[in-house]
């Protein structure tokens, strides 16, 4: 009988330090749901931080500080706007193609640049590719890569020589896919206006210092050509663009881990990136803790099989 008390003892201290684990667990929800819920509070007004970079139209405004070469270049979100897919460009082979040749089964890449720019540009180019190294997706393969140079005086030859030279510097694996899925393109003056007008893409040249004064980003497109994501800058996280080539294809590429970071993540316009929707993460925290606290429970029952029996003897 004496056995059989300290047995009992011993379970019940079992289930008494598993009953203080899941009050604690819970008073430890409730005080991070509290937490998120001030700073998510706090962080609700989202706005871009460069007067390059807008989520509306552009109109002239209060002078912001930048120098008078940027006065009027820019990035004005279009989102959901049609791209010209009849207009006319050529290939870095010289072959005349329509824009159109490069949707209608995968999410398009978008960049615009000029192939001798000295600087801006060439980072761009250097974003997209660390990027597309790190990413599961292959350029060609999961998506489609259009580079289209704004300078109505570059010809195919520049472009054919800058396509070797990036698709060179992707991983050996990803090249051949690459090298069929990423186009650089020229264009005369009139394409160019049609396509940075329909983008948003705001530039000019700088006769002071010789070249074209623009901002940077990269533009994600659906299969059917329509403007889905901006994203800014010269460095691209892979996730962004990750979720944003899931996104514009409709969910049709990426894994089931995917489908959950969408579920957390959402686009934020005034930033061109993905953040964190704070209260579907406490969700899925939440869910995935309950859940942790049952298996636990269940592995700690099933460790005690021999003090379950002589209790009940």
């Known amino acids: 009988m004496k056995a059989m008390r300290i047995v009992v003892s011993g379970q019940w201290t079992v289930r008494s330090i598993a009953a203080r684990l899941a009050v604690t667990t819970f008073l430890l929800l409730v005080t991070v749901h509290c937490s998120l819920l001030t700073a998510f509070g706090q962080f609700t007004q989202s706005q871009s931080n460069s007067p390059l970079y807008s989520a509306r139209p552009y109109a002239p405004r209060a002078p912001s500080g930048l120098p008078k070469a940027l006065t009027g270049v820019g990035i004005d979100q279009k989102l959901n706007e049609q791209l010209p897919l009849d207009l006319p460009l050529v290939d870095e082979n ?27 540009c060439n980072q761009v180019l250097n974003g997209m590719v660390s ?20 300078d109505p005086r570059e010809t195919p030859a520049l472009a054919s020589a800058k396509k070797t030279t990036y698709v060179n510097y992707l991983p050996e694996a990803k090249r051949a896919s690459a090298n069929a899925g990423w186009h650089f393109l020229t264009a005369d003056e009139a394409s160019i206006k049609q396509l940075t007008d329909t983008v948003g893409f705001r530039y000019h040249w700088d006769d002071a210092t010789n070249q074209f004064a623009h901002a940077s980003g990269i533009f994600v497109s659906t299969p059917q050509g329509r403007l889905a994501r901006y994203l800014y800058g010269i460095e691209y996280a892979p996730r962004d663009l990750r979720l944003g080539l899931i996104e514009a294809a409709d969910n049709k590429i990426g894994s089931p881990v995917d489908q959950l970071l969408l579920y957390c993540y959402h686009y934020d316009p005034a930033t061109g990136k993905y953040g964190a929707r704070v209260m579907r993460l406490m969700q899925v925290g939440g869910v995935a803790t309950l859940l ?7 592995a700690m029952r099933r460790r005690n099989p021999a003090a379950e029996l002589t209790a009940r003897t």
């Open 94 to 120: 010289g072959k005349n193609v329509r824009l159109g040749d490069y949707f209608g089964k995968k999410p398009v890449v978008l960049s615009l640049v000029y192939y001798q720019c000295p600087m801006l």
């Open 131 to 150: 990027a597309f190294k790190v990413m599961s997706f292959k350029p060609g393969a999961e998506f489609e890569v259009v580079t289209v140079s704004f």
């Open 292 to 298: 942790g606290v049952v298996v636990m429970l269940f």
